[in-house]
C-alpha cells in the first residue's frame, strides 16, 4: 500500500468508527458488530503505525488512551465557567422569580434541566474538531484534560450536521454511570482492594488520572448542554440544545424528560417533584435540577452577580449517602416473623433527617460486605423508608475489631430461629406466641391497601396490645367504647373515630380482606387473584395443592403457604371470628369480570392520564378480563403510557419491544 492509499483508507476508517460511534453511544444504535468494530479499529491501528505522519488527535483509535501525563496543564476559560446559586425549597425559588420579573416586563421562559452529579467540563472545537477540553478549576483557570476527554466515547472528536460555528465551546458534566461504577467497586471487592466511596468523586479522580488507558477503561460518560460563542446564533437555550445534538453531541434528550420548558414556578415544581422520585430508575446520579431563563437577550439583560449569573438557579436534592459509626446491631422481627439485623448509628445528618438507625438486610449481607460493630459505615437512603448500610470505610476499622455473630434464637421469644432452603432471612417460627409477630399482623390488617382502619395506626394497636384488649385483628371488632375511653391520651373524639373506622371496614371487599390476614406471600395482587379464582374462603380453604398452583401465576412457595395458614387452628379461629363480625369473605358480583375483551392480556400502567384516573383505568382492565402486573418483562402484553411515563419504562419497553399504547387507544381497544 503506498501513501496516496494508505491516507484514504485511514481518512476512511476514521469516518466510519467516528459514525458507528455517534450511533452506539449517542443514539443507542448498533450499526455493526462488536467484532466488526473492533476489526476496523485495530486495522485504522495498524495502519496509523505504519503511518504516522497521517495520524490525527482525533482519530478513532484516541478512544482506547495509552498517553502518560506528568502534569494537566492550568488554561484561562475564555468564558467564565461561574457555578450557580443553590437553593432547597420552593419558597426560594419563587423568590428569584419574583426578583427576575421585577428585572423585566418581558414574558419568562425557563428551562429545566436534571443537575447531574458529576464534574464540569468545558470543550473547545473549532473547524468541526475537538481542540482542548478544559476542568472548572475555580471558575477562570482549569485544567486540560483534554487527553482523557479524548478517550470518552460518547463526546465527538469530529462534529457532523451543519451551521456548526468555527470556533466554540460546549460545557456539560462528565460522570460515572452507575452500571459501569459499580462493576469497578465488584472487581475491587474481589481483588481485596478499598471500595469507592461514590460516583461523583470517582469520576474526578479518574478524569484527573495520569495514564489516559485506564480513563478509557473505566466508561465514563458525559451530556453537553452550553453552547457558548463569540457569535452568537441562536435566540435561546433550548434552541442551542436542538442545534448541539444534530451537530453530534450527547444532549440531554428531550424524549426523556431529561430537559424540558416551563412558564410558571408551578411547572418547574412539578418537574422537580418528578424527578425527585424518578431519579433512582436513572442510570446515572443526579443531585438537583438546573432551572434558567430560555432566552438569551433576557439572560444578558439580568446579567451576574460576583459569583453566579442572575437567570439560573439550581435546585438541590437532599444528600443520599454519609458515613458515620456503627454502634450496635440489634434485630427486629417482622409481622412474618422474619429477622432483620438493624444497624444503630452514631445519629448523622442524611436526605434532611437525623438517622440513627438503618437496615442490614440479612446474615449473607452482613458477612458479605463484612460489617462489625465499630466500623465506620457508608449509609444510604436509596429511596427506603429504612436507611440502608452499603459499605465499611475499612481504614478506620478497629485493631480489635471480631466478626459479628449472626443471632440463632428469637430477640423476643427466645424460640430457635428457622431458614428456608434458598431464602437469605431468617425466621421465628413461633407466628402465634411471638409478640411483634402478632401485633406486626394487626398492623398490617388496619393498613390502607388492607382494610384502611381510620384513626387507627401502628402506636394505637401496640397501646391495645398492652392493654390487653386486643389479641388478634379479629379482636378489633369487639372493642367497646367504656373500654377505649379509660385509655391514656384517649379523648371522646378519638374512640369515636377509632369505632367508625373499625365499623366502616366491613364494607372492604373479599380480596381487601384475603390480603388483610397476612398470609405469607399473599401480597395485594396475589390476593386479589385469588379471590376471583375462588370466589370465597370456603372454596379457598378447601383447596388442595394442585388447585392453587392451577391459578394464573401461582407457584409451589405460594400454594405451600396458603394450605400451611389454614391448617393452623388459631387463623381458623380469627377467620370464623371476622366472618362472625360481618366482613366480606365472598366476591360481590359487581366484582367479577363481566367481559373477557382483554382476556389473558396483561398491562403495565404508567403515567398520568387526562380521562381517568391510574386506578379507574386499572379496574377497567380488570373489568374486561385483562391483568394489571407491576414491572414490565417479556410477559407484557401492553405498557398503557400517560404523561410522564417514567423514563426507565419507557426505555425498557422499547428494549423488549412491547407495544406501548396512548389512554384513546386503551378506549378504543375496550370499545
Not at 495502519?47 to 497521517?54: A, G, H, V
Not at 473549532?126 to 482549569?142: C, I, P, S
Not at 442524611?350 to 463484612?370: P, W, Y
Not at 393452623?568 to 366472618?579: C, G, K, Q, T
Request: glycine residues 6%.
Amino acid at each position: 500500500m503506498n501513501t496516496d492509499e494508505a491516507k484514504q483508507r485511514i481518512d476512511q476508517l476514521s469516518s466510519l468508527l467516528h459514525n458507528y460511534n455517534y450511533h452506539y453511544y449517542v443514539l443507542n444504535e448498533s450499526l455493526i458488530s462488536d467484532q466488526e468494530f473492533d476489526f476496523q479499529l485495530r486495522e485504522l491501528q495498524d495502519l496509523e503505525e505504519k503511518f504516522p505522519q497521517f495520524k490525527s488527535e482525533n482519530s478513532p483509535t484516541q478512544r482506547v488512551g495509552g498517553d502518560l501525563t506528568d502534569k494537566f496543564v492550568k488554561v484561562k476559560h475564555e468564558h467564565p465557567m461561574l457555578s450557580l446559586s443553590n437553593t432547597y425549597s420552593l419558597e426560594e425559588i419563587q423568590d428569584w422569580e419574583d426578583r427576575l420579573r421585577k428585572s423585566t416586563l418581558d414574558e419568562l421562559e425557563y428551562v429545566m434541566e436534571l443537575k447531574y452529579d458529576g464534574v464540569a467540563i468545558s470543550i473547545l472545537y473549532e473547524r468541526g474538531n475537538l481542540l482542548r477540553a478544559v476542568t472548572r478549576g475555580d471558575g477562570d483557570v482549569g485544567e486540560d484534560v483534554t487527553k482523557n476527554v479524548r478517550t470518552i466515547s460518547s463526546i465527538p472528536l469530529q462534529l457532523r450536521g451543519e451551521n456548526i460555528p468555527d470556533r466554540f465551546e460546549i460545557r456539560g458534566e462528565i460522570f460515572f454511570p452507575l452500571e459501569a461504577f459499580h462493576a469497578l467497586n465488584e472487581q475491587r471487592a474481589s481483588d481485596g482492594q478499598e471500595l469507592y466511596a461514590n460516583p461523583r468523586n470517582t469520576a474526578s479522580g479518574t478524569l484527573k488520572n495520569q495514564d489516559s488507558k485506564l480513563v478509557a477503561s473505566r466508561g465514563l460518560d458525559c451530556f453537553l448542554y452550553g453552547v457558548y460563542a463569540d457569535e452568537n446564533r441562536f435566540g435561546a437555550h433550548f434552541e442551542a440544545l436542538s442545534a448541539a445534538r444534530s451537530w453530534g453531541f450527547k444532549a440531554p434528550p428531550e424524549e426523556l424528560r431529561y430537559v424540558a420548558k416551563a412558564k410558571s414556578v408551578s411547572e418547574i415544581m412539578d418537574f422537580i417533584e418528578y424527578w425527585d422520585e424518578a431519579r433512582r430508575s436513572l442510570p446515572f446520579e443526579i443531585d438537583g435540577i438546573v432551572i434558567k431563563v430560555n432566552n438569551y437577550e433576557q439572560q444578558e439583560a439580568l446579567g451576574m452577580t460576583a459569583k453566579s449569573p442572575r437567570w439560573a438557579i439550581a435546585y438541590k436534592f437532599k444528600a443520599e449517602q454519609v458515613f458515620t459509626l456503627l454502634e450496635e446491631i440489634s434485630y427486629q422481627v417482622g409481622r412474618t416473623g422474619a429477622i432483620t439485623p438493624v444497624a444503630n448509628l452514631k445519629p448523622v445528618q442524611l436526605a434532611g433527617t437525623t438517622v440513627k438507625r438503618a437496615s442490614l438486610h440479612n446474615a449473607d449481607q452482613i458477612e458479605k460486605l463484612d460489617i462489625r460493630v465499630g466500623d465506620t459505615v457508608f449509609v444510604e437512603k436509596g429511596g427506603e423508608i429504612i436507611p440502608k448500610v452499603v459499605g465499611v470505610k475499612m481504614e478506620l476499622r478497629p485493631q480489635d475489631s471480631k466478626p459479628h455473630v449472626y443471632i440463632s434464637e428469637c430477640p423476643e421469644c427466645n424460640t430457635p430461629l428457622i431458614r428456608h432452603e434458598g431464602e437469605a432471612q431468617h425466621y421465628c417460627p413461633n407466628d402465634t406466641g411471638c409478640p411483634p409477630q402478632i401485633t406486626g399482623r394487626i398492623q398490617h390488617f388496619i393498613s390502607r391497601k388492607a382494610m384502611n382502619i381510620d384513626g387507627l395506626g401502628a402506636e394505637t394497636v401496640e397501646q391495645l396490645w398492652k392493654a390487653n384488649l386486643i389479641e388478634n385483628s379479629a379482636s378489633l371488632y369487639h372493642l367497646k367504647f367504656e373500654e377505649l375511653i379509660q385509655l391514656e391520651r384517649m379523648a371522646e373524639k378519638s374512640v369515636n373515630n377509632l369505632l367508625k373506622g373499625v365499623a366502616a371496614s366491613k364494607a372492604q371487599g373479599f380480596e381487601k380482606v384475603l390480603f388483610a390476614l397476612g398470609i405469607r406471600y399473599v401480597g395485594e395482587t396475589v390476593a386479589k387473584k385469588l379471590a376471583k379464582h375462588f370466589k370465597n374462603i370456603d372454596a379457598l380453604m378447601k383447596a388442595n395443592m394442585e388447585e392453587l398452583i392451577a391459578v394464573d401465576e401461582i407457584g409451589d412457595r405460594i400454594a405451600a403457604s396458603v394450605l400451611e395458614y389454614f391448617e393452623n387452628p388459631v387463623n381458623m379461629e380469627i377467620v370464623a371470628s371476622l366472618r362472625a363480625s360481618g366482613l366480606q369473605f365472598e366476591m360481590e358480583e359487581s366484582d367479577v369480570p363481566q367481559l373477557s375483551t382483554l382476556e389473558g392480556a396483561s398491562f403495565v400502567v404508567s403515567g398520568v392520564f387526562t380521562k381517568y384516573s391510574r386506578n379507574e383505568i386499572k379496574a377497567m382492565i380488570e373489568q374486561h378480563g385483562g391483568k394489571n402486573v407491576g414491572s414490565i418483562s417479556k410477559k407484557t402484553d401492553y405498557v398503557l403510557a400517560g404523561d410522564n411515563m417514567g423514563p426507565a419504562k419507557l426505555k425498557k419497553a422499547e428494549e423488549l419491544e412491547i407495544p406501548i399504547i396512548s389512554e384513546d387507544d386503551f378506549i378504543a381497544m375496550i370499545s
